[in-house]
């Protein structure tokens, strides 16, 4: 295990964040789960979290936006990003 810090899994999807949730647990990770950047944001403290797994299109604010909001406060931490979009979205921009 990393530290006693949490990874904080922010995604709109409540059965993406349950299954990340359940995939770190069982490796012992603590987690914390958010639905959205703003309810992050606003419990966020530098020393809760190690890393953070971030979806990038939700609904508000943006994962985007939030990584900017981080930035901006001068909070660096690892980072990891996710976008998911039905396959026929995908093939249809490339």
Same mark, same amino acid.
């Given at each position: !295990? !990393?530290?006693?810090?949490? /990874?904080?899994?922010? *995604?709109?999807?409540?059965?993406? $964040?349950?299954?990340?949730?359940? #995939? #770190? +647990?069982?490796? *012992?990770?603590?987690? =914390?789960?958010?639905?959205?950047? @703003?309810?992050?944001? +606003? *419990?966020?403290?530098?020393? &809760? %979290?190690?890393?953070? /797994?971030?979806?990038? $299109? !939700?609904?508000?604010?943006?994962? #985007?936006?939030?990584? &900017?909001?981080?930035?901006?406060?001068?909070? %660096?931490? $690892?980072?990891?990003?996710?976008? @998911?979009?039905?396959?026929? @979205?995908?093939?249809? =921009?490339?």
């Amino acid at each position: !295990m !990393m530290t006693n810090k949490a /990874i904080a899994i922010i *995604d709109d999807d409540e059965s993406v $964040r349950e299954s990340l949730k359940w #995939l #770190l +647990a069982s490796q *012992d990770y603590p987690v =914390r789960c958010f639905a959205d950047g @703003a309810a992050f944001l +606003a *419990d966020y403290h530098p020393e &809760s %979290f190690n890393c953070i /797994i971030l979806d990038v $299109r !939700m609904p508000g604010m943006n994962g #985007l936006e939030v990584f &900017s909001k981080l930035r901006e406060a001068q909070y %660096f931490l $690892r980072l990891f990003s996710c976008l @998911a979009m039905p396959m026929s @979205a995908w093939r249809s =921009r490339h």
